[in-house]
């Protein structure tokens, strides 16, 4: 299994980042996807979340008309598009699969990308 995420990197505030994560090694489409993020120093806290038909999504307050997860089920990919950038959403942005296995739970992480928003 891999979630590998892309589209990090260094923004000033105002700007826009499209982070992207790509899957495999699993069913995609049966598993629910998040995106979750990780200041130095604070928690992990989760960003946004999509079902596995994308019908449903949810979003941290925080970011509630700013950022935009979606995923492309054909792809194997979920994608995050954040705008409005703000230093405080400096972080390592991380991708995470949750799903259901003849009863079990799983989970998988990607090891993250940098978010840096800063003039």
């Known amino acids: 299994v891999q979630l590998v995420e892309s589209g990090g990197g260094l923004v000033q505030p105002g700007g826009s980042l499209k982070l992207s994560c790509a899957a495999s090694?699993?069913?995609?489409?049966?598993?629910?996807m998040s995106w979750y993020r990780q200041a130095p120093g604070k928690e992990r806290e989760l960003v946004a979340a999509?079902?596995?038909?994308?019908?449903?999504?949810n979003y941290a307050d925080s970011m509630k008309g700013r950022f935009t997860i979606s995923r492309d089920n054909a792809k194997n990919t979920v994608y995050l598009q954040m705008n409005s950038l703000k230093p405080d959403d400096t972080a390592a942005y991380y991708c995470?699969?949750?799903?259901?296995?003849?009863?079990?739970?799983?989970?998988?992480w990607g090891k993250g990308i940098q978010v840096t928003v800063s003039s």
């Open positions: 995470h699969a949750a799903g259901t296995v003849l009863g079990g739970s799983l989970e998988y």
């Open positions: 090694g699993f069913t995609f489409s049966t598993y629910s």
């Open positions: 999509i079902t596995g038909t994308g019908g449903t999504t």
